[in-house]
């Protein structure tokens, strides 16, 4: 069974960092393309970040470049977010999800993810 586990998630302070992990288990590749995606109550799901199945090419939303980092570490089918100068903004639940195509770029379209974790809620307090 193909399962994606969200962890890192935290209670901190405006300008504090949060280090989100995300484990694929099962049958999937370590070179699909994966993603980072958020929500709030009463929001649609917002694309955060996305890295391609090559683990170079990087996408970033807008409200988060400079201050959010996304890495890959094939050999443990690990994504990771690094979020730095967090803002009360950046509360949500965060999503991990995962393409089902080799080598696929990064996405902002969260229908071009086909596996999705439970989530991990972030929470910064001003």
């Known amino acids: 069974q193909v399962q994606l586990t969200e962890s890192g998630g935290g209670l901190v302070q405006a300008g504090g960092s949060l280090r989100l992990s995300c484990a694929a288990s099962g049958r999937i590749s370590s070179s699909y393309g994966m993603g980072w995606f958020r929500q709030t109550p009463g929001e649609e799901r917002e694309f955060v970040a996305a890295?391609?199945?090559?683990?170079?090419?990087?996408l970033y939303a807008e409200s988060v470049k400079g201050r959010f980092a996304i890495s890959k570490d094939s050999a443990r089918k690990t994504i990771n977010l690094e979020m730095n100068s967090l803002k009360p903004e950046d509360t949500g639940v965060y999503y991990c999800a995962s393409r089902s195509l080799l080598y696929s770029g990064p996405s902002s379209d969260a229908h071009s993810y086909v596996i999705w974790g439970r989530g991990t809620q972030v929470t910064v307090s001003s």
């Open positions: 890295i391609g199945g090559g683990g170079t090419e990087l």
